[in-house]
């Protein structure tokens, strides 16, 4: 038996035209992807004047060397954040106290709104 070469992946259009996706994205590489990630098709990272900074690979190898779950060591933001302000315990619990909280009262129901059919009892009650 001989190994036969493997055929190209060719796909049918709308229009009836014949088109090898493989040559397709093998040609347009280069070209920058359409959305916000600033990447080529290829997958390589671009910066300013869509020079390459970063190629797919060390991205992908990057990925894979660090182990799920764990946490790098080196953050990505350096900014220092500010404690949020926050009152003393005491001016807060002296607000609380001074204001009663409101009471709730609920209106015994009657017999007639207990017994009443409500939903589809009451639009299925007129059909026989």
Do not use: C, F, H, W
Not at 48 to 54: F, L, N, Q, S, Y
């Amino acid at each position: 038996m001989v190994a036969r070469a493997p055929r190209k992946k060719m796909y049918r259009s709308m229009q009836g035209r014949m088109i090898d996706i493989e040559k397709l994205r093998a040609a347009n590489e280069a070209v920058q992807a359409v959305g916000n990630m600033n990447v080529n098709a290829k997958g390589d990272v671009l910066g300013a004047g869509g020079k390459v900074i970063t190629k797919k690979e060390t991205v992908m190898r990057k990925y894979y060397e660090q182990p799920k779950g764990m946490v790098s060591d080196t953050p990505t933001k350096n900014k220092p954040t500010a404690a949020p302000k926050t009152e003393p315990v005491k001016q807060t619990v002296q607000k609380m106290a001074s204001k009663p909280a409101p009471k709730k009262t609920v209106a015994p129901k009657s017999k007639a709104e207990s017994t009443a059919k409500k939903g589809i009892d009451a639009a299925l009650d007129g059909l026989e």
